[in-house]
């Protein structure tokens, strides 16, 4: 038996006999005696190849919207002409078609290797795994896809996207790989499929052979090699729990959340795309608390259509009939742009022109974004949610915007039904001034991923930072009571921090009464709430607003889940 520690990036259990992806060999063709035409040749069959290749990936069906955006923006690489003639330029000017292309590959690399977007970092992966696929592809030999053929454990030095596209997702019960980080595209994906994955294990291909039986411990980073009895005996009941836990989950699908003293609490889902919403309905969340529209306008080169726009918003709406349905107005900036739109480099996005400042700035955005909810609005469930709001001004130029798009309606249809208009709360600025801001806004939904961000001064994103980043920090807790108190109309909680367990009685103990959270964590959401009372909550998070860190509130959080035998998924 051998016991490493790795990094837990996509948490559960698995048990299994391992399945060993080899390392690609280095291609050792020599293409420096070839002829610049010759070479040219080359690499437009690769080039055509590699498109066909993608072309096909999609067209199986079976992709996550994770892994489908990723193969998308290889194919837009590779659609780049700007891109592949400088490939074809490198190539004239005397370098062989294997190092034209990885000096093209690098080039872009080493650029959004030094991105201030994390969006862009996160690229670096996938422009790695592109260039691979065209330098196998000018071997021009049929492409080796990995297959499996019964459950088992996968074990790679490292896994790329579209090396994980391939595998059928319902073979493989677990992921281990040498390289690799918890932000990984592969790392996304697994948590999206709910397989449990660890990384960071040295050695891993060398340490594990074929066939070998695993333990994966997708919570702890654990993995123990070839087990004794005892192990295998302690992990297949931690399994079981684990199964007997996601049983007494599943009880919750339909019932409302109350807490142990009548306190009735809305649970909404966060939608993000159409396969979001699907989720939403299977878990019956009551209604959608945050509607994300960016995935209508990203990796596209022209806007949305009206008829596009209010077929999707009229979906949403028809889902939940009788449920709010809050659509967050375009929310584009610091890491994230559609190519459509012209935008100027900041030395610091996301404190640039972003979320409301930059719809205000290109108007005819977000008229067409307000448009296209009142018209679908035939359930009269709809809302209209603000991102980024730091200034009183920002409401009363989007609701003039609003009141101008309504006046210009009432000449083209008989009856309409006017959304609400809210905003999120997701500066130190819309924190301190919730009280004013209730004068011009009909709701509110605290965004507490960058709440906190902007509370601490941390980007969330940074390595280096992430023991600074924490939505628990008693300053966030703080803010949020301050929020509750100032506002005078609806509020509820749409970040992160409304699915974490040790948050929930911490959120409902200072006064929220609605939380969204991404469709899978709904029925775990509900049994929490279920399970503790508003008075046991409101005395504990007066506890936690008396801590001098974050650590320590989650201590006594902790402590008081387990005296009342609340187990965690």
Same mark, same amino acid.
């Given at each position: 038996m051998i016991k490493v520690q790795g990094i837990p990036v996509s948490p559960g259990y698995a048990i299994g006999n391992a399945f060993i992806i080899e390392s690609e060999s280095e291609n050792l063709i020599k293409y420096e005696n070839l002829s610049v035409e010759e070479q040219l040749n080359l690499f437009e069959n690769s080039l055509s190849l590699s498109k066909k290749q993608l072309a096909e990936l999609i067209e199986k069906g079976s992709l996550s919207k994770t892994e489908t955006d990723i193969i998308n923006f290889q194919r837009e690489i590779l659609d780049d002409e700007s891109f592949c003639n400088k490939i074809r330029e490198y190539i004239k000017s005397?370098?062989?078609?294997?190092?034209?292309?990885?000096?093209?590959?690098?080039?872009?690399?080493?650029?959004?290797?030094?991105?201030?977007?994390? @969006?862009?970092?996160?690229?670096? %992966?996938?422009? /790695?795994? $592109?260039?691979?696929?065209?330098l196998k592809n000018l071997s021009e030999q049929p492409e080796e896809k990995v297959t499996l053929n019964k459950k088992s454990i996968v074990v790679a030095k490292l896994l790329t996207p579209s090396a994980f596209a391939y595998l059928d997702k319902n073979l493989i019960l677990g992921i281990i790989t040498e390289e690799g980080g918890t932000t990984s595209h592969v790392a996304i994906m697994a948590k999206e499929r709910g397989i449990p994955m660890i990384v960071g294990i040295k050695n891993a291909t060398y340490k594990i052979k074929n066939g070998d039986l695993l333990i994966l411990d997708g919570y702890s980073g654990t993995l123990i090699i070839n087990p004794t009895s005892r192990h295998l005996d302690l992990y297949k009941?931690?399994?079981?729990? @684990?199964?007997?836990?996601?049983? %007494?989950?599943? /009880?919750? $699908?339909?019932?409302?959340?109350?807490?142990?003293?009548?306190?009735?609490?809305?649970?909404?889902?966060?939608?993000?795309n159409e396969n979001d919403l699907s989720s939403s309905l299977e878990v019956k969340a009551d209604g959608i608390g945050l509607l994300r529209t960016e995935f209508l306008y990203l990796e596209r080169e022209t806007e949305p259509s009206e008829s596009e726009l209010i077929g999707f918003f009229k979906k949403a709406s028809e889902a939940f009939p009788y449920d709010e349905v809050i659509i967050r107005t375009l929310d584009v900036g610091g890491d994230k742009f559609p190519k459509f739109m012209k935008i100027e480099k900041e030395a610091n996005p996301f404190l640039g022109v972003r979320g409301i400042r930059l719809t205000l700035k290109h108007k005819k955005i977000l008229k067409n974004q307000l448009k296209a909810i009142i018209l679908a609005n035939s359930k009269n469930n709809l809302k209209i949610m603000l991102p980024m709001i730091s200034d009183y001004n920002e409401v009363v130029k989007a609701r003039k915007l609003l009141n101008e798009v309504i006046s210009d309606l009432k000449g083209e249809v008989n009856e309409l039904n006017v959304p609400q208009l809210g905003i999120?709360?997701?500066?130190?600025?819309?924190?301190?001034?919730?009280?004013?801001?209730?004068?011009?806004?009909?709701?509110?939904?605290?965004?507490?991923?960058?709440?906190?961000?902007?509370?601490?001064?941390?980007?969330?994103?940074?390595?280096?930072?992430s023991y600074l980043y924490d939505d628990m920090h008693p300053s966030v807790l703080r803010a949020i009571k301050d929020i509750v108190i100032k506002a005078k109309k609806p509020l509820g909680v749409c970040g992160?921090?409304?699915?974490?367990?040790?948050?929930?009685?911490?959120?409902?103990?200072?006064?929220?009464?609605?939380?969204s959270v991404n469709p899978p964590r709904v029925l775990a959401v509900k049994m929490i709430i279920n399970e503790i009372s508003q008075k046991e909550a409101e005395e504990l998070a007066e506890s936690a607003l008396?801590?001098?860190?974050?650590?320590?509130?989650?201590?006594?959080?902790?402590?008081?889940?387990?005296?009342?035998?609340?187990?965690?998924?």
């Open positions: 005397g370098l062989a078609v294997d190092k034209a292309i990885q000096a093209a590959f690098n080039e872009a690399i080493s650029e959004l290797s030094e991105a201030s977007s994390s @969006y862009l970092r996160e690229r670096v %992966e996938d422009l /790695k795994d $592109l260039m691979v696929r065209l009941a931690k399994m079981a729990e @684990y199964n007997k836990l996601m049983s %007494e989950v599943r /009880k919750y $699908l339909g019932i409302k959340a109350t807490t142990k003293d009548g306190v009735k609490i809305t649970v909404q889902a966060n939608v993000g999120m709360v997701e500066t130190p600025a819309a924190a301190l001034m919730t009280d004013v801001l209730s004068e011009v806004s009909d709701f509110f939904s605290i965004g507490t991923n960058d709440l906190t961000q902007y509370m601490l001064a941390v980007d969330r994103e940074n390595k280096n930072l992160e921090m409304a699915s974490e367990p040790l948050a929930i009685p911490l959120l409902i103990g200072l006064g929220v009464r609605k939380l008396d801590m001098k860190t974050a650590s320590k509130v989650r201590l006594i959080v902790k402590n008081y889940l387990k005296k009342k035998g609340i187990k965690l998924l």
